[in-house]
């Protein structure tokens, strides 16, 4: 299995504003990149509020990556994924009606019967688990278990630090923005308790467009103060 994140903060470390409302941050380019890095995986899955401020199809645009998929033997699409102990999401959004993409909800064990059969009806796979939250290391088994050994987060925060805190991830993509959202309540890209010993990444790649940075760092062995 090999995880992936991608995300893209202002330059004072946020990923949107307090209210968790959409933000639009990064230009062309970055949207570019988020469909190339996308095209690279599997599965690409959200934490419940960041489909709550988008609830979209996790979707490759670009036809070229589209077929260079199929050239893998892949799907055309990667799986759009959500993880949500309640499934307590918006209804009948763009991702819901989407009968001709493969979609997967992972859901807690008191997300409501009548919910997920909705979802199935709609042709949504529904993988429900046995504790209140799915959790991260279940949702990557369950991937695994289908034959999908590259997964994409895409965020929030939360989500995103509910893999970190366990060392599952492999590989960082991350866009810096040159704005400030401010504010102590405005999530960043990794949220969760904090870290005892600090996962150490090591910088692969960077890049500056229009102002952007562009920077791809991947897992080191061992924490900070430790070698790697
Ligand atoms: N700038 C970017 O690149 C970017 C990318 C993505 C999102 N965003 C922004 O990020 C904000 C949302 O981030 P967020 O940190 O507030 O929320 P989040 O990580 O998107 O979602 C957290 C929620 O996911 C559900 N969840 C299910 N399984 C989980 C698990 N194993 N670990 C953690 N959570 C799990 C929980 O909701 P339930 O209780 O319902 O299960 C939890 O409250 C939005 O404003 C969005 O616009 C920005």
């Known amino acids: 299995m090999h995880v992936s994140l991608n995300m893209a903060m202002s330059l ?28 690279e995986h599997q599965a690409v899955i959200n934490g ?24 893998l033997g892949w799907s055309p699409q990667p799986i759009s994924a959500i993880a949500s102990s309640r499934l307590e999401l918006p209804k009948g959004t763009p991702w819901e009606k989407a009968v001709d993409s493969e979609r997967w ?13 909705a979802l ?9 688990s046995r504790q209140p939250r799915p959790g991260a290391k279940e949702i990557l088994r369950a991937f695994e278990r289908a034959g999908i050994t590259k997964v ?3 965020g929030g925060g939360e989500f995103n630090a509910s893999f970190l805190e366990l060392g599952l991830v492999d590989k960082i993509y991350l866009t ?29 790649s960077q890049r500056e467009l ?5 920077l791809e760092y991947e897992k080191t062995l061992a924490p900070l103060g430790q070698k790697p």
């Not at 419940?48 to 670009?62: G, I, M, N, S």
Request: hydrophobic content about 40%; some cysteine.
């Open 12 to 39: 004072d470390g946020k990923i949107a504003t307090a209210q968790r409302g959409p933000v639009k941050l990064g230009s062309g380019y970055d949207f570019q990149r988020m469909g190339e890095i996308r095209a």
């Open 48 to 71: 419940a509020a960041t489909f709550r401020a988008y609830p979209k199809l996790l979707h490759v645009q670009d036809q070229a990556l589209l077929q260079r998929r199929q050239a």
């Open 210 to 214: 229009e102002g952007e940075l562009y």
């Open 152 to 154: 994409l987060l895409e």
């Open 105 to 117: 909800a992972f859901c807690g064990a008191k997300a409501p019967r009548a919910r997920i059969n």
């Open 176 to 204: 810096v923005v040159p704005i400030l959202i401010g504010g102590k309540d405005s999530p960043t890209w990794c949220e969760g308790k904090g870290f005892k010993a600090f996962p150490r990444f090591r910088l692969r």
């Open 120 to 128: 199935e009806k709609a042709g949504v796979k529904v993988v429900r």
